[in-house]
């Protein structure tokens, strides 16, 4: 079983839909949790981090279950500068320094 | 800010030859690593750093060397370059401690005919 695990899509959703996304992890010792943005042939860009509680920027909101092992993203009023793929970081402490783990992305794509 | 810096942005090669992908960070991070992206593989860490003369294997190390003389720099040498090494590589910075998020080079697009 992989460590880190999303679905890859696509979510193909209309401008104006709400979508959520779930990633999945394996390792009950993880610390801390991300959320990427990956456009086509770039470089992943941080999205958010997610927290305990629950974290909203703008129409991004991130929560994490940590009894059930997974975070979420939830993107409202969804625009179609938002089609890119977004992958789940999931970090945590091994020999003392952090380790991190990458989802393979779950890829968006808002239709006009 | 320069951030993340990634020379070369393109690079063929043909087989057997070897080169050294350049990564250089002016944030102060400890932790540095390389990945590769692959369509429909995701991110996969080939080896990183937590620190200067520190380095580690990652999940696909074999074909690659790293060195960390400096805390700003960590060169990734192809050794002998093969067709299966065509890809995306991606090289990224983050402070070592208390899981902060890592910053990302543009990378280097790497085709080895």
């Known amino acids: 079983r992989k460590e880190v695990e999303q679905d890859p899509g696509p979510f193909n959703v209309p401008e104006g839909a709400t979508v959520a996304f779930n990633c999945t992890y394996s390792?009950?010792?993880?610390?801390?949790f991300f959320w990427y943005r990956q456009d086509c042939r770039k470089e992943p860009k941080l999205l958010m981090s997610v927290y305990s509680s629950g974290n909203e920027d703008g129409r991004f909101t991130a929560q994490l279950n940590r009894a059930s092992q997974y975070i979420s993203l939830l993107i409202r009023d969804s625009k179609l500068s938002d089609s890119a793929t977004y992958l789940c970081?999931?970090?945590?402490?091994?020999?003392?320094?952090?380790?991190?783990?990458f989802g393979t992305g779950t890829k968006l794509q808002v239709i006009p | 800010n320069a951030g993340v810096t990634q020379t070369p942005k393109f690079q063929v090669l043909k087989t057997g030859q070897s080169m050294t992908l350049q990564c250089a960070q002016d944030m102060n991070h400890e932790y540095m690593s390389w990945y590769r992206q692959d369509p429909g593989m995701g991110l996969r860490l080939i080896h990183y750093s937590v620190g200067a003369g520190i380095t580690d294997q990652g999940e696909v190390p074999n074909g690659y060397n790293v060195s960390r003389s400096t805390t700003e720099d960590f060169p990734l040498r192809l050794l002998s370059a093969a067709p299966s090494q065509t890809s995306v590589y991606f090289c990224?910075?983050?402070?070592?401690?208390?899981?902060?998020?890592?910053?990302f080079g543009d990378g280097t697009r790497l085709s080895i005919l």
């Open positions: 390792n009950s010792a993880s610390q801390s």
């Open positions: 990224a910075s983050s402070y070592s401690k208390g899981n902060q998020p890592q910053h």
């Open positions: 970081v999931v970090n945590r402490r091994s020999g003392g320094y952090q380790k991190v783990t």
